[in-house]
């Protein structure tokens, strides 16, 4: 029997005493306070709590319900189009009330309910999984007329917008049971071809197995052994930690995050990525395919997808963890690399018109430490696109940066995930929405959103992807168009200010994506043709339309995923002049 089938998980099940549920497990991060985070009053608005909220959190992570005295709330709402987001979320309140029909409750921005979005629900409930009576998580497609292949599984990355709908609709439960069971598997031992995986390591995916005979449930779970080209996800304990802050800030319910299991998973994570080694970057050293973008796509060494989520989940981490025990150690690890890295992304891996004219001009073989082009970088390698796509007004982070090669193309969810999280500066995000707005007939098209741009062709596509047929040209990961990344855009526009883009997006899906039946992908350089492998029925699909929908009309659910920039962090960056308007 191979080693990797140490996975299988046959007697998980929740029971009344959560805490023991991954036994045996024992924390290093034992009870202790949150420390205090002064968030702007854009992110703290959140959702009046569903369960009793425990009395030792700290102000700032209370609701406005306890916090706001009416003086303060004086100030009239406007109209959405008009609030900047430092203003549109201060004084609101999500209440978190699941309606009777299984749907969100309409809010009070006199948005119209779409016919898609009962169909969107009703989908997303069929994907539900269940294990031993409970829901722990939703299926990643239902496409009756293909092979379910690996597409019957609970994918960590792809639950994520669906929990996000079901905490913006005061179903908290669902993700709660999530949580706990990839947290199970995390305590496995992992083995891949009699090697031993890293013991934060968390899975890909897992499946629930029914017995009907027997009438039992098992669960087994994937950490890259069944994957294309074998490769662990760095992604899936990124999007865990981002998923519980999310939970807790949604509820208010601190318990679950106290827990020592969750808290001793969490430094589980974080030893695997500050572990000190021979790197002389703060960014993580990845191997093609190891996140979203999951075959050979030559994102291989520091992809900015990566990077963002990364700095990401330590800002989640360090408003979760307890300062006693080994979480005191990991808080001020966290600190240091927070800023080593936040000057590191918007240092070099930050591109605007300015930016490029200085990499054009680069002089090369430079030494010592006045070097200007610190990474050796052949001006020759710039690839034409780049000087046609970058427009005056406008600016991204590249898709990775490392010695002699920088990778230009624009990748969606590293710039999005960049914004959200206050990687970007406030001047940098307001310039990638410049940029998506420039560029709105490349990135979005007729479907929102390329997960990349441009696409690989001809000799290039050959030699970085392997001449993989699903990654041609402007399809699946080589510059197709995923409706699931609409929530993401949505949540930046609204971080920014701009949620009349977010509209004119969601627009865009309206007016076919139910009637194409939720595929995975769409094709073409506008996004125009179904994607000639996408599966049809596809959850995240589903789910970052409902997110998308209930995050433009309640905007303070974006405190769910947002974080607003850590001053602490902020460098000196005068290199842009783009940046002033």
């Known amino acids: 029997m191979p080693s990797n089938l140490a996975s299988v998980a046959p007697g998980f099940g929740l029971s009344d005493e959560e805490a023991a549920i991954c036994k045996p497990i024992h924390s290093p991060c034992n009870a202790a306070e949150n420390g205090a985070f002064d968030f702007a009053n854009l992110l703290d608005a959140v959702p009046a709590p569903l369960v009793s909220v425990d009395a030792r959190r700290s102000a700032d992570e209370m609701s406005l319900s306890d916090l706001v005295v009416p003086e303060l709330c004086s100030r009239p709402l406007r109209t959405l189009e008009t609030v900047k987001s430092s203003e549109c979320l201060e004084g609101l309140l999500s209440p978190s009330i699941r309606s009777a029909s299984n749907t969100p409750r309409l809010g009070q921005t006199g948005f119209e309910p779409h016919p898609m979005v009962a169909d969107a629900w009703e989908a997303l409930r ?15 497609a239902l496409d009756p007329t293909e092979d379910a292949l690996n597409y019957n599984q609970v994918f960590v990355r792809d639950f994520v917008p669906s929990a996000l709908a079901f905490l ?52 087994i779970a994937d950490f890259g052994e069944s994957a294309i080209g074998r490769v ?5 304990g990124f999007w865990w930690i981002i998923l519980l802050r999310a939970y807790t800030k949604s509820t208010g319910d601190h318990s679950l995050a106290d827990m020592p299991d969750c808290q001793r998973g969490m430094c ?25 973008i999951d075959r050979r796509m030559g994102i291989y060494g520091y992809p900015i997808e990566i990077q963002a989520l990364f700095f990401l989940a330590l800002r989640c981490a360090r408003v979760l963890l307890k300062p006693e025990g080994g979480g005191k150690e990991f808080i001020e690890r966290i600190d240091k690399r927070l800023h080593a890295l936040s000057y590191h992304i918007r240092t070099y891996f930050w591109l605007d018109f300015q930016q490029l004219n200085n990499i054009y001009r680069y002089k090369t073989e430079e030494y010592s430490h006045t070097a200007v082009n610190k990474f050796n970088v052949i001006p020759d390698s710039i690839p034409d696109w780049v000087f046609d796509f970058m427009p005056t007004k406008g600016g991204y982070f590249i898709g990775n940066v490392s010695p002699a090669r920088m990778d230009f193309r624009w990748f969606c969810l590293g710039n999005c995930v960049a914004i959200l999280s206050s990687l970007a500066t406030p001047e940098q995000s307001t310039t990638i929405m410049d940029l998506i707005e420039e560029r709105w007939e490349d990135l979005v098209g007729e479907m929102p959103l390329k997960v990349c741009y441009p696409a690989l062709e001809g000799h290039e596509w050959r030699i970085v992807t392997g001449c993989d047929p699903k990654n041609t040209r402007w399809s699946y990961h080589n510059g197709g168009s995923w409706p699931v990344l609409l929530w993401l855009l949505t949540a930046a526009c609204i971080k920014t200010g701009r949620p009349q883009m977010a509209r004119r997006a969601i627009d865009l899906v309206e007016q076919r994506l139910s009637k194409d039946h939720w595929p995975e992908y769409y094709d073409g350089k506008l996004g125009r043709y179904i994607g000639k492998q996408a599966r049809k029925m596809q959850t995240w699909s589903v789910a970052g339309y409902l997110v998308a929908k209930m995050m433009l009309e309640d905007p303070s659910h974006l405190g769910m995923i947002a974080l607003e920039e850590d001053k602490k962090m902020k460098p000196y960056l005068t290199r842009s002049s783009s940046w002033t308007f």
């Open 126 to 140: 069929r994907s539900l999984v269940y294990f031993r009576g409970k829901s722990v998580g939703t299926i990643a």
């Open 168 to 219: 913006m609709n005061g179903e908290p439960e669902i993700v709660k049971n999530f949580l706990l069971k990839t947290l199970c598997f995390q305590a496995l031992t992992k083995c891949i071809d009699n090697f031993t995986l890293g013991a934060g390591v968390m899975p890909a995916s897992f499946k629930v197995l029914h017995d009907p005979l027997r009438k039992t449930d098992n669960m």
């Open 232 to 236: 662990a996800p760095v992604d899936s």
């Open 268 to 292: 589980l994570i974080l030893s695997l990525c500050l572990s000190e080694g021979f790197d002389t970057f703060p960014t993580l050293l990845c191997a093609d395919g190891c996140c979203m």
